[in-house]
Structure formats: structure tokens, C-alpha cells
DNA sequence: TTCATGCGCAACCTCCTGGTTGCACATTAT
DNA sequence: ATAATGTGCAACCAGGAGGTTGCGCATGAA
């Protein structure tokens, strides 16, 4: 099947603040960023957007390269992907436990 | 459109914590639980337990009702559905840069 | 060369999260 | 009536997450 568990949790975790959703929406949306660039636009230091970037980095949703003295950084879309599956996973599980509650409760 | 950040961002948050997928993945493939039902699979204690359905039920992907001294637990599938969609729209964005892109690059 | 820009690393702080334990209360079983 | 079971509430604790600041180092511009 899909994502394992031990795959999912992190990827979620990656996904559940909302500097780091807003990260994603803007790379998304507007293509790749440098650091500082997206630091900009964004009340928080340079280094706290570093963070959220690494944090997203280690989840597989997002990676950088080096240009000169930036670092840029853009999506991954293959793991959204990933996530999407593993809700697909749990969603099916559930309308089966529904299918197998009513073909019970109706004989 | 579909979910906004400020909705999206505890909904993942609540995903990401691997004791907290297997409590959906057990409430979708077994039905509804009782949280000592729920805990004696484990190894964590019964308050912990407690604890984690209450950050599901806090992010709507999760409900209970009271049965006589037990507490019954089960999915509330739409919110993964929410999920998904929010995903979705991240990956579609995605696309579309990518589409933008493309055409620019071949002029 | 000299200055400015972009970045990384490390220390530090605060607050939240995940976990425990202990106790009290309601409900069912004996 | 008494015992056992299922929950809820509160206090408490350790560790991690999110944030800041300060400094040093490369790279590009004047």
C-alpha cells in the first residue's frame, strides 16, 4: 500500500504550521525564492524562515540549490503526492468500515 | 476557495503525530472504540491516549458519544476530505507554475 | 580593495507537546 | 452494599519547536 506510518507522521508534521503552509503557497504560486527574498515577505527573521525551510526540506516537500551567494528553494511536488495518497488510504478504510457496518446492520 | 491556511495548518498538525495516525487508521479499519479499548492496544496509557483524541476531536477528524460509562469514538470523515482538497490545491498551484513556467521557457 | 549582501552556525529563551501519576466521580457488576 | 471498571481533571515533568540575536564567512558590486 501507500505511505507507511512511520513516513506519514513527519510529512503531516511538516505541513501543520502555518508559516511553513504559507512557505508552500508561495513557492508554489510564485516559483522558486531565495531565502532572503522569501524572508521578506514574511514579518519573521531570516533565520527563522531558514528553519521552517529545513523543516520542510527534511520532509521531502521542498529543496534548494545553490546560485552565487543564494539559495534557492522550490518545490517538490512528488511528495504532496504522498501525503494525498496516505489520506486516500484512511478515507478508503473508512467507507470499507462503513460498507461492512451496513451490509451487518441490514442482514 | 477550499481551506484557508489558518483552518489547514492545525488540521495537518493534528496528523502529524504517529500515535495519532494509528488511532484514525484503527477507528477506519476497526470502527468505533472506547478509549480503554483504544489504550489497551498501546503501550500508552489511558490519559495519553485521552490526550490525543483530544487534539483529533479539536481538529474535527474525530468524534465521540457517551455509552453508558464508556466514551465511543469514531472517524468524522469529512475533515480528511478538507485535507485533501487543501493538498490539492497546493499541488494544483504547483502545476500551474510549472505550466507557466514552460511557456515561458519555449517562449 | 573595499563595501554590501546573502547565508550558515551556535547560543539562548520561552512556550507547547507528549507523557506520566494520583485522585475523584459515575456507572456497571457481584 | 461493595467492588470493579471507565472517565475526567489537575499537577507535574522532560524535551522539542519556534523564535531571536550575534558572529563569521563567502560571494557579488563599487
Known amino acids: 500500500m501507500g505511505v507507511p ?3 506519514a507522521a513527519p510529512l503531516f508534521a511538516a505541513l501543520g504550521d502555518g508559516t511553513r503552509l504559507q512557505l508552500l503557497a508561495r ?6 525564492h531565495s531565502i532572503t527574498d522569501l524572508s ?3 514579518a519573521l527573521s531570516r533565520q527563522a524562515i531558514t528553519k521552517h525551510l529545513g523543516v520542510l526540506s ?3 516537500l521542498v ?3 545553490r546560485q552565487g551567494r543564494e539559495c534557492i528553494w522550490e518545490l ?3 511528495r504532496l503526492d504522498d501525503a494525498h495518497r496516505y489520506l486516500e488510504g484512511i ?4 467507507d470499507e468500515a462503513l460498507d461492512r457496518l451496513r451490509a451487518f446492520v441490514e442482514g
Open 5 to 7: 506510518l512511520q513516513e
Open 27 to 32: 513557492l508554489g504560486s510564485g516559483g522558486p
Open 40 to 42: 521578506r515577505a514574511s
Open 58 to 60: 527534511g520532509a521531502g
Open 63 to 65: 529543496r534548494s540549490r
Open 76 to 78: 517538490e511536488p512528488g
Open 91 to 94: 478515507s478508503r478504510q473508512w
